[in-house]
C-alpha cells in the first residue's frame, strides 16, 4: 500500500484500459487473416471478449486485491494453482518486452531505410527496456499521464488508418475484393471444403483483447472503485472494439492479405494507403516517419500501463510464498520494484541474446524475425495464465456476492457456466493450434522451436511451483509444532 494516496479517476481509468489491451503491433497479423476476419471479431466479441470483461470486472470488485488473478484463483483453486498462473503471468513478460524491443529497431530501420549495425540494435533495444523498468517504479495513479497520451496517440494513429482506407475504398475500391462467400466464413477453403489451420488465428484476436484483469490491480488507487472499476472495463471495451475493427479494415482495402507483413504492416499500410490517395512521396515520407515515432512511443506507454498489474501478482505470489522472498519488496509508493528489476534483466538478457545468436547464426531462419520468436512464445505463456481464470468464474460466481456494492453478473447456473466454458474452449482451441497449425509433421517440424520452448516452461514452472509448496508446507509444519 502507498503512504500517499494519489487520485486515479475514471477517465484515467478508461484511457489505462484502452492503453492496457489496444496493442497496436498485433493490428497487422489480425489483418493478416483476411475478408473472414470480420466474422472471427463478431465470434470473438461474443463468445470472449464480453464475458471476459464481465468477468474480470466481477471478480475485481467481489475479491479485491492489487494481486488480481493471484488472489482470485487462489480464492477458488489454492496456492498450488494460483501460484502456475503467476509463473506463467510473469514468464510471457520479460518475452513480450524482448519481442518489443526487437519490433522498434526494426520499425526504426523501415521509417529510415536503413540497416543498423550490431551495437546501435543493442543500444536502442537495451536502452528501451531500461526505460520501462525505471516508469514500472511509478503506481498506475502516478503515471496516468503516460498511459493517457499513450491511448489518446494509438487511437489517432489508428483512427487514421481507418480513416485513409474508407476515402481509398470509395475512391478507387479495395485490394481485397469479396469474390465469393467462402471469403467471409472463418474455416471455408476456396474449394468448399474446411481450412482448420484458420482457428491459429483465433489466438492472435484473443492476444488483442488480453489485459481486463489489470483494471482489477487498480483498486487501491481510485477513488471509488467498486464503481470505476467495471465503468472503466465497459467504456474501455467499446473504444477497443472499434479501435481494433476501423484500422483492420483500413489495412485489408489498401494492401492485398498476402502482401501485409506481419511485424511491420502498419507502417506499410500507412505508405500503401497514403499512395493510393495522392499523397506525394516527400509527403508519404515525413508522415511515415512522424506516425512510426509516435506508434513507438505507444510502446512505451503499452508497458508502462502493464507494469505495476503484473508487477503486483507476482508480489503478491512473493509475499504467500510462492515466489522468490526479495520479489516482494516495495518502495515507500508500494510499488514491487524488485519484480521490475528482475524483470527488466531477464529482458535485457533475452534481448541481447537474440540479436547477438542472429548475428552469428544468420543461416538460422527463427533467429533472423526474434518478434516472433519471442512474442510467441510470450503468446503461448500468457493463455495459458488465463485458463484458470474462467474456471475460477464458474467456482466463485456460484458462492455469491461477496461484497453488497460491487459489480455483480447477475445470471443463473446454466448462463454462469456458458460464459466460462466458451472462453475456456477458445482458450484451449487457439494454444492447440499455435502450437500445431496445421496437423501435419510438417506444421508440427517447422513449430518445432516454439513446441520445444514452451515444454521448457511448463517444466521450469512445475519445478519452481512443487519447490515453493514443499517450502511452504514445512513452514506450516514448523508452525504447528511450535
Not at 481509468?13 to 470480420?38: F, K, R, W
Not at 526505460?131 to 503506481?139: A, Q, S, V, Y
Request: charged share 15%; aromatic share 14%; proline share 4%.
Amino acid at each position: 500500500m502507498p503512504k500517499k494516496k494519489y487520485k486515479f479517476r475514471l477517465f484515467s481509468a478508461v484511457l489505462a484500459t484502452v492503453c492496457i489491451i489496444l496493442v497496436g503491433d498485433a493490428v497487422a497479423p489480425t489483418a493478416a487473416i483476411g475478408n473472414s476476419m470480420y466474422v472471427w471479431w463478431a465470434i470473438m466479441l461474443i463468445g470472449f471478449f464480453v464475458p471476459y470483461a464481465l468477468i474480470s470486472a466481477e471478480l475485481g470488485t467481489q475479491y479485491p486485491s492489487e494481486g488480481g488473478m493471484y488472489t482470485w484463483i487462489k480464492k477458488a483453486f489454492g496456492k498450488k494453482w494460483a501460484s502456475r498462473v503467476a509463473w506463467f503471468y510473469w514468464v510471457n513478460y520479460p518475452l513480450w518486452i524482448a519481442s518489443l524491443a526487437d519490433l522498434i529497431t526494426t520499425m526504426l530501420m523501415q521509417m529510415f531505410g536503413i540497416d543498423m549495425e550490431i551495437w546501435m540494435v543493442l543500444a536502442i533495444q537495451v536502452g528501451y527496456i531500461i526505460l520501462i523498468t525505471i516508469l514500472g517504479m511509478l503506481r498506475i495513479s502516478q503515471s496516468d499521464w503516460v498511459s493517457n497520451i499513450g491511448a489518446v496517440i494509438k487511437m489517432l494513429l489508428l483512427l487514421g488508418i481507418g480513416v485513409l482506407g474508407f476515402y481509398v475504398l470509395f475512391t478507387k475500391g479495395t485490394a481485397n475484393p469479396v469474390e465469393s462467400w467462402h471469403d467471409l466464413v472463418p474455416l471455408a477453403s476456396a474449394d468448399g471444403g474446411i481450412d482448420w489451420a484458420g482457428l491459429s488465428f483465433v489466438s492472435l484476436i484473443i492476444f488483442n483483447m488480453l489485459g481486463f484483469e489489470v483494471v482489477g490491480t487498480f483498486y487501491d488507487d481510485m477513488d471509488k472503485p467498486k464503481k470505476q472499476i467495471p465503468q472503466a472495463i465497459i467504456l474501455g471495451g467499446i473504444l477497443i472494439a472499434v479501435f481494433y475493427i476501423l484500422p483492420s479494415f483500413g489495412m485489408g482495402v489498401g494492401t492485398a492479405f498476402e502482401d501485409i507483413e506481419t511485424n511491420t504492416g502498419f507502417l506499410d499500410s500507412y505508405n500503401v494507403l497514403m499512395a493510393n490517395a495522392g499523397f506525394t512521396e516527400a509527403a508519404i515520407q515525413s508522415i511515415t516517419i512522424v506516425a512510426g515515432g509516435l506508434f513507438i512511443l505507444t510502446l512505451i506507454s503499452n508497458i508502462s500501463s502493464w507494469n505495476f498489474g503484473v508487477y503486483s501478482v507476482i508480489a503478491f505470489a512473493a509475499e504467500d510464498g510462492m515466489f522468490p522472498k526479495s520479489w516482494k519488496k516495495r518502495n515507500k509508493d508500494g510499488v514491487p520494484y524488485m519484480v521490475g528489476v528482475w524483470t527488466g534483466i531477464i529482458s535485457i538478457i533475452l534481448a541481447v541474446a537474440g540479436i547477438v545468436l542472429a548475428y552469428i547464426f544468420p543461416e538460422w531462419e527463427d533467429l533472423q524475425n526474434m518478434f516472433w520468436a519471442f512474442f510467441d512464445l510470450s503468446l503461448v505463456c500468457l493463455l495459458l495464465s488465463y485458463i484458470p481464470m474462467f474456471a475460477a468464474f464458474i467456482k466463485l460466481h456460484k458462492k455469491g456476492q461477496q461484497v453488497k456494492n460491487g459489480y455483480w453478473v447477475k445470471v443463473g447456473p446454466v448462463m454462469r457456466w456458458l460464459m466460462g466454458i466458451v472462453p475456456l474452449f477458445l482458450l484451449g482451441i487457439s494454444l492447440l493450434f499455435t502450437w500445431v497449425p496445421e496437423f501435419n509433421m510438417e506444421a508440427i517440424e517447422g513449430n518445432m522451436t516454439l513446441i520445444v520452448s514452451s515444454v521448457v516452461c511448463i517444466v521450469i514452472g512445475e519445478i519452481m511451483v512443487a519447490n515453493m509448496v514443499r517450502k511452504d508446507r514445512r513452514k506450516k509444519v514448523a508452525r504447528k509444532s511450535r
